[in-house]
């Protein structure tokens, strides 16, 4: 058996039982993008500009797909482009919105968080599709339907829960609401009490001045709900979690 000094680089080896030496694949091999492996094992031949080019594109598709995934089920990114939650969030804020926590069982919401949720306007119709906000290309497919909007307000009671609206103040269950994320001054005219159905939620716009919310439309459904917003992103100045996330107020 020659001496391992002897071995050149263009013969490795792998070391099996005793006495038995295994030849192992070319390091240009072992090297290869999985995607020109593939081809080259169904018979097609790949030089080395064209694996650098597949590697890109593996990293790039891996990439979009784990951005697609977190963005699908994880966190969502939302800009507000109204004044109903004012002054919490103002008209243009952007911020994540925490789903994971949800979708694990890890927590619930509860009265004085705000939530985002899915919400359908009588009347209103569109189809189905996205946006591209820097191209600004709206992207629509498919028949017309009740459109499904992302709605963002503050949760005041869910399920069982009785509320009345009173001098500005929320009552939950006759008891005046006193944590600081109820501290607003929410106007209301004529019937001001509900009692929220299982599996409803009641919620409010900070702004009720300027808010379509639960005292026009009536209750959300608890299917219905998204997750909280954590982390503000936009504007610069305003940067930093909120909803009483890592001790944020909420």
Known sequence: MPDERERT?????????????VPSAPAEIQHKPLLSRLFNRLGIPTSAGVDRAIDWFQVLAIAGLLAW???????????VPTGSMEPTIMPGDSFFVDKFSYLLGLKRPKPGDI??????????MCRAGFTIPFLNWDIRWGELQMC????VKRLIAIGGQKINIRDGRIYINDQLMADPAFHRNYICTGGCEWT???GKLFVLGDNTANSSDSRYWGFADERDFIGEPFLRVWPPGRIGPMN???GSPR
């Open 9 to 21: 680089p263009e013969q490795p080896v792998v070391i099996g039982p005793p006495g038995l030496e």
């Open 148 to 151: 499904r909007e992302r709605y």
């Open 69 to 79: 995934v977190t963005m699908t089920y994880g966190i969502v990114r939302m800009r």
């Open 244 to 246: 009483g996330y890592f």
């Open 115 to 124: 939530i985002v949720f899915w919400h359908q306007e009588p009347g209103k």
């Open 196 to 198: 929220v159905p299982p």
